[in-house]
């Protein structure tokens, strides 16, 4: 990606040139973004405030990207003016739309070690910037986030803007599974060389660029800083809120698919990345039992219901043994399908593990089986609610027998299970030096640098805080 100069003058500290997948030595430690449409009446203010604060209060090298979504009002030009006014500040023109697709660009180009970005507003207090990037600039997590709903933060909003975080956070962790607390707060800072590999993988270019870009890096193992941070809504919000929850939906929607079907390269992602998950040598101290026992009797559960209803439809056409074959069949397979995905998060083509399925299908099926044939050998006629009976005991059996199987054989990770696994744990390491993909190339962008100047003094006392209002 190249961006093309307005001016010659070089940025201090910062080479604007194509985007790498690591940072060059010259660059900063971090870099700010603040994307911005229509904002002329708030754009000076705040960067003002920011580069006040930065140059008193923050203790890494630092620059300022004003990055501009195709404005249609005087924030261009303010911009411009900003960055030839203040050390260490810039500007970025866009001709599109979209603040996902601004912070793309910018952070795919950054040479910095760190890339962030704040709303224009800066509705979260300054104070926890500091808290942010430092877990990044240690090599100790991969991405950071302010989070309004975390223990300790403290928040100012009305109840409906509350009350619809709080359920699309929700909806994240019920749909995506996701453990990160808040997607939308627009305070987020990453390692730039994390940010160059899977920024490539992030197709939505407006506000569901967050969610996707967090879910993606979760699922790839990276290690996820979270920050509570004193954050005050500002009534004059113009975001559309009915607008952007419908395309959060479909982005749900969209990520899910790609995550259920395999299109999205979480494995190679994950090795490249040196994320794989956490093994124990300690039999005694098994990973992740209790999620998957959870999940197993869920799914255990609904495939008993399945398998007496598939059974009593089948009972009286094809007799009690023949109906217990096939709705044992049928209930085994999307079983071992079901617990495969969701209980021991293996995907890919799982052939082998369903013929290892189909080999425990066989151990439950002489047990109902063999539970049906001494119950008539008892009694001639055995009541409908007799037999059932016989056949729910029979299944909790089996069930029991089916998860030992698939914990310690069939889904084993020591095995090579076939498909790759998705669990998100494991230490923040070193990325491997190459990206898996390409970066798309954007349309180019504006570039207004700077001249380079020596930042001026701190001051003795930080400009006091505005009223600030939610992205």
């Given amino acids: 990606m190249m961006l093309d100069d307005v001016e010659s003058r070089p940025l201090s500290g910062v080479t604007s040139g194509p985007a790498t997948a690591g940072t060059d030595a010259t660059g900063p430690d971090v870099e700010i973004v603040i994307p911005v449409y229509n904002e002329e009446n708030d754009l000076g203010p705040s960067v003002r405030?920011?580069?006040?604060?930065?140059?008193?209060?923050?203790?890494?090298?630092?620059?300022?990207?004003?990055?501009?979504?195709?404005s249609t009002d005087g924030t261009w030009a303010c911009a411009s003016r900003l960055a030839q006014e203040?050390?260490?500040?810039?500007a970025v023109h866009l001709e599109q739309k979209g603040r996902g697709r601004a912070l793309r660009q910018?952070?795919?180009?950054?040479?910095?070690?760190?890339?962030?970005?704040?709303?224009?507003?800066?509705s979260t207090d300054l104070g926890g910037l500091l808290p942010l990037v430092a877990p990044l600039i240690s090599g100790h997590s991969d991405l950071a986030i302010g989070s309004r709903l975390a223990r300790g933060s403290r928040v100012v909003r009305g109840p409906k803007r509350e009350v619809i975080s709080r359920c699309y956070n929700l909806l994240l962790r019920t749909t995506l599974r996701a453990s990160f607390s808040d997607a939308q707060c627009g305070f987020k800072a990453m390692r730039t060389e994390a940010a160059h590999r899977l920024l490539p993988l992030v197709l939505d270019s407006a506000w569901f660029f967050d969610t996707e870009l967090l879910v993606l890096a979760e699922r790839c193992g990276l290690r996820i800083h979270e920050v509570p941070v004193d954050w005050v809504d500002d009534p004059d919000s113009r975001v559309d809120i009915v607008a952007t929850a419908l395309a959060d939906l479909r982005g749900v929607a969209r990520v899910g698919r790609a995550l259920a079907t395999g299109r999205l390269p979480i494995g190679q992602l994950r090795a490249q990345l040196g994320r794989a998950p956490l093994t124990s040598d300690l039999p005694e101290v098994p990973p992740r039992l209790v999620r998957q026992l959870v999940r197993f009797v869920a799914i255990g559960v609904a495939s008993t219901v399945a398998y007496l209803i598939v059974f009593v439809l089948l009972r009286g056409w094809l007799g009690p043994q023949a109906a217990n074959l096939l709705a044992l069949l049928l209930t085994a397979v999307a079983n071992t399908a079901a617990n495969r995905r969701l209980t021991f998060g293996v995907r890919g083509v799982g052939a082998r593990s369903h013929i290892e399925g189909l080999v425990i299908f066989a151990v439950g099926l002489a047990?109902?089986?063999?539970?049906?044939?001494?119950?008539?050998?008892?009694?001639d006629e055995p009541g409908r609610g007799v037999e059932l009976a016989v056949l729910v005991i029979a299944n909790l059996v089996v069930t029991v027998l089916r998860f030992v199987a698939f914990r310690v054989w069939v889904f084993h990770p020591r095995r090579g299970t076939p498909g790759k696994v998705v669990s998100s744990s494991g230490p923040a390491v070193a990325p491997a030096p190459s990206p898996p993909t390409s970066p798309r190339t954007p349309?180019?962008?504006?570039?207004?640098?700077?001249?380079?100047q020596s930042r001026p003094p701190a001051q003795s006392q930080a400009r006091p805080r505005n009223p600030e209002k939610d992205r």
């Fill in 443 to 452: 349309p180019a962008a504006t570039v207004v640098q700077p001249q380079p």
């Fill in 106 to 122: 910018v952070w795919l180009a950054s040479t910095a070690r760190v890339v962030a970005y704040m709303d224009v507003d800066l």
């Fill in 86 to 90: 203040l050390t260490d500040v810039r």
């Fill in 367 to 379: 047990l109902t089986s063999g539970a049906l044939a001494g119950l008539h050998a008892l009694a």
């Fill in 49 to 70: 405030r920011l580069h006040a604060f930065l140059g008193q209060s923050f203790p890494f090298s630092t620059v300022i990207t004003i990055a501009d979504n195709a």
